[in-house]
């Protein structure tokens, strides 16, 4: 596609239910990223896949995060019995490959709201 | 992992006037610093970037200046125009084996008034 798609573009939850988050990168792009932004903060790191190779995970805050990314390009993020502190916008990004020098293309983002 | 810090967190110029944003970083195999853009309800887009064998960058009315030795890099904006009102984040990133996901900085609200 012409950018990276996120949907649903808002989500509302209950505590306690499983949400699901999907990102579909722009065409050709091996590398995929998960970020986290709670209101008025920086942008915190989740998650990110690079081709076939094993996701580093080391920025996911608890085991209730999890993501996976079939064929190399739709990713979805997991997020299990959310918590209000789980309330942030999610963006997800794409780059043409990994290493330095790869700019990102981020997505507009998920609202998760979490009541 | 790699520690960034931006300063400052919030900054007004009045339209024409030029805006400065700087963030240091600890890690000095960092080698390359993007700039993103993110206005409000969108995610952010990549304005500019520089590497480490560069010391400075201009495309058009935005340049990246960068100090290795002193591992500061800055965005300077210049005749700045209300459209330019956005929260800006500087990045960095490291060539390592752990992986190559960007460390942000935690942004600084520009506002630019007529």
């Known amino acids: 596609g012409a950018g990276v798609s996120q949907s649903p573009s808002n989500k509302v939850t209950e505590k306690g239910k499983d949400v699901e988050l999907r990102c579909d990168p722009i065409?050709?792009?091996?590398?995929l990223y998960w970020y986290r932004q709670s209101l008025g903060q920086g942008l915190e790191f989740l998650i990110y896949f690079q081709g076939n190779s094993a996701p580093d995970k080391s920025g996911l805050p608890s085991d209730r995060f999890s993501a996976e990314r079939t064929g190399g390009s739709v990713s979805t993020l997991t997020i299990q019995r959310t918590e209000q502190r789980d309330s942030a916008v999610y963006l997800c990004?794409?780059?043409?490959?990994?290493?330095?020098?790869?700019?990102?293309?981020f997505g507009s983002g998920t609202r998760l709201t979490v009541v | 992992g790699e520690n960034v810090e931006q300063h400052p967190s919030t900054l007004s110029v009045q339209e024409g006037d030029s805006a400065v944003i700087k963030c240091t970083y600890s890690?000095?195999?960092?080698?390359?610093f993007p700039w993103y853009k993110q206005e409000l309800g969108k995610g952010p887009q990549l304005i500019i970037d520089i590497r480490s064998n560069v010391g400075e960058k201009k495309d058009q009315r935005i340049a990246v200046t960068l100090n290795k030795t002193a591992k500061h890099f800055s965005l300077h904006i210049t005749e700045t125009q209300p459209e330019d009102s956005a929260v800006y984040f500087c990045a960095v990133t490291t060539n390592s084996n752990s992986g190559y996901a960007l460390n942000f900085g935690k942004g600084t609200s520009l506002l630019v008034t007529p």
């Open positions: 990004a794409s780059s043409l490959a990994s290493g330095t020098g790869y700019g990102y293309t």
């Open positions: 890690d000095s195999a960092s080698n390359y």
């Open positions: 065409s050709g792009h091996t590398a």
